[in-house]
């Protein structure tokens, strides 16, 4: 039997779902409700690949080694230390009678599942990649199961661009959800929604920037860790204002935050890749607020016992990376909000 969510391809332990396995069975062949996927190139995601790049001292050749020794551990891309991985594009390469996806043999896809719980083999030995970028020319195989989502990949923009939004394609949907709601409830004189983003500059947060504001959002201030970051935020026109804090030290942040909008966010969307950063969004939430963590190195311990410890009354909500029609919004913002697509040309360029 070939379970619609992978059961099947668990080695150990067993009775846990493939993301949370430690090792998942990556045969090639195929069950009848799976598809296999010639992997052109992985998409690790920030937290893994940062924390990977600073634990070898910025040595590619380490990284890739480390890497190809997770996948063929592993039967996955499953950072140990982050939990996450990150997701790919290839082509499809056979799809069983009775996969449910609609994928056909030869249309070129990128997962919209974690590489945490894709059955992954990598056959070239990452020959092409450097190590020192979150993009990962390579060449394998991947296994999809009847629960997992997976996008054609649009004709009109490049397949790396590609890559890069839908690798974040939860963020902007989750946002725009969480910001309209608030804007649809807010009562007539309580003046606009304010929406702060944590890393407003990366791909996660430029584009969260742009959902709040096409969601309504009245004032958005997009958080941000150097002056380069600002002066390309500021460029891009994706935000009201723009600050430079360090989102680790909570009273600079909620400082910042609150100085630029006047009052504390209604909604503040975390999107940094780096861990402490759950007190600083809390503190600049305004009580009744909602605090979306979307980055892999959040302490959720950290985020709920803080918020109780300075009783703030704040939503806070856990980004899982699907919302309903996650991928068209993100490639349609990207599209139609040249600010969010030279932030994220740029960052192609510079990796």
């Known amino acids: 039997m070939t379970s619609p969510v992978g059961l099947h391809r668990v080695v150990e332990p067993a009775g846990v779902l493939p993301q949370a396995a430690w090792r998942l069975d990556a045969r090639s062949e195929i069950g009848p409700n799976e598809v296999r996927i010639s992997v052109e190139r992985l998409n690790l995601d920030a937290a893994s690949f940062r924390q990977l790049r600073d634990k070898h001292g910025g040595d590619g050749d380490a990284v890739r080694a480390e890497v190809l020794d997770i996948i063929a551990t592993r039967g996955k891309m499953q950072n140990p230390v982050t939990g996450s991985g990150g ?23 990128a ?18 990649w450097d190590g020192l970028s979150e993009q990962v020319p390579c060449e394998g195989w991947a296994i999809l199961f009847a629960r997992s989502i997976a996008a054609v990949l649009p004709e009109d923009l490049d397949p790396q661009l590609s890559l890069a939004v839908l690798d974040v394609c939860g963020a902007p949907a989750l946002t725009e959800r969480v910001v309209r709601r608030y ?25 969260s920037l742009a959902a709040a504001r096409r969601a309504g959002a009245g004032r958005t201030v997009g958080v941000v860790p150097v002056a380069a970051e600002r002066d390309a935020l500021v460029a891009a026109g994706l935000a009201d204002e723009v600050v430079v804090a360090d989102a680790r030290d909570p009273v600079g942040l909620s400082v910042a935050v609150t100085s630029a909008l006047g009052v504390p966010a209604d909604v503040t969307v975390v999107c940094v890749d780096v861990p402490g950063c759950e007190h600083g969004a809390v503190l600049a939430t305004a009580d009744g607020g909602t605090v979306v963590f979307f980055s892999m190195a959040t302490s959720f311990a950290a985020a709920a016992l803080g918020a109780e410890g300075l009783a703030a009354d704040v939503t806070m909500l856990v980004g899982n990376g699907y919302v309903p029609g996650h991928a068209e919004l993100a490639l349609e913002l990207l599209r139609d909000v040249p600010g ?12």
């Open 111 to 128: 997962t919209l599942v974690s590489l945490t719980l894709t059955p992954l083999v990598i056959t070239d030995g990452l020959a092409r």
């Open 340 to 351: 969010v697509r030279g932030l994220f040309e740029a960052r192609l360029a510079a990796d």
């Open 87 to 109: 997701m790919l594009i290839g082509t499809v390469a056979e799809a069983g009678r009775r996969s449910p996806l609609g994928l056909k043999a030869g249309e070129r896809v």
């Open 183 to 207: 804007v649809a409830e807010r009562p007539a004189g309580f003046g606009p929604v304010a929406v702060a983003v944590v890393g407003g500059a990366g791909k996660s947060g430029s584009l």
